[in-house]
T-cell receptor, first 110, second 115 residues
Framework: GQQVMQIPQYQHVQEGEDFTTYCNSS?????IQWYKQRPGGHPVFLIQ?????EVKKQKRLTFQFGEAKKNSSLHITATQTTDVGTYFC??????????FGTGTRLKVLA | DARVTQTPRHKVTEMGQEVTMRCQPI?????VFWYRQTMMQGLELLAY????????DSGMPKDRFSAEMPDATLATLKIQPSEPRDSAVYFC?????????????FGPGTRLTVL
């Protein structure tokens, strides 16, 4: 079955440093979503990527979908303490069934 | 603003007891998902519905779990009998499937502890 792996599992950065998490699928994806979950909270939708090679930006966050539509990345420039949380990718091969990645837990040290 | 609501927020029960979790999706959304989150397994999709019909429940242990949508404003997830390994946070999410944009709106979750 479809598997979605995320790396790294954990990342500690100093405030102001950049952060990147990667999502890799064993199969070609229809689209991919990114969510953020604050400690003790619930996942909150960030963005959806659909097209091969697509790049989208939200302020300090840059999302990219691979050319082969099998991988994606989320990059945060100049992290802030408000970026703390776990970032998940969620991928589908064409149905409404999204498989969530294992998540990357980000800790930002002030 | 519109939100997914879940009840109860916390549930502590003893092994063997029945547990029912409820979810009210956002009005107008036609797709409802049930997820389970644990440290070990992460976020697992248990079941999802579209227009109240179950589309996929392959992630759900069939012998003890059941999911239903009695009407468009209520989704339920039932565990009978509950076991300690069922301890987790259960999230309900809703969305509007059928378009190219499938954002999922998550509820606050039900934290279940089975002793």
């Amino acid at each position: 079955g479809q598997q979605v792996m995320q790396i790294p599992q954990y990342q500690h950065v100093q405030e102001g440093e950049d952060f990147t998490t990667y999502c890799n699928s064993s199969t070609t994806l229809s689209n991919i979503q990114w969510y953020k979950q604050r400690p003790g909270g619930h996942p909150v939708f960030l963005i959806q990527l659909v097209k091969s090679g697509e790049v989208k930006k939200q302020k300090r966050l840059t999302f990219q979908f691979g050319e082969a539509k099998k991988n994606s990345s989320l990059h945060i420039t100049a992290t802030q303490t408000t970026d703390v949380g776990t970032y998940f990718c969620a991928a589908t091969s064409g149905t409404y069934k999204y498989i969530f990645g294992t998540g990357t837990r980000l800790k930002v040290l002030a | 603003d519109a939100r997914v609501t879940q009840t109860p927020r916390h549930k502590v029960t003893e092994m063997g007891q029945e547990v029912t979790m409820r979810c009210q999706p956002i009005l107008g959304h036609n797709t409802v998902f049930w997820y389970r989150q644990t440290m070990m397994q992460g976020l697992e999709l248990l079941a999802y519905f579209r227009n109240r019909a179950p589309l996929d429940d392959s992630g759900m242990p069939k012998d003890r779990f059941s999911a239903e949508m009695p009407d468009a404003t209520l989704a339920t997830l039932k565990i009978q009998p509950s076991e300690p390994r069922d301890s987790a946070v259960y999230f309900c999410a809703s969305g509007f499937g059928g378009s190219s944009y499938n954002e999922q709106f998550f509820g606050p979750g039900t934290r279940l502890t089975v002793l």
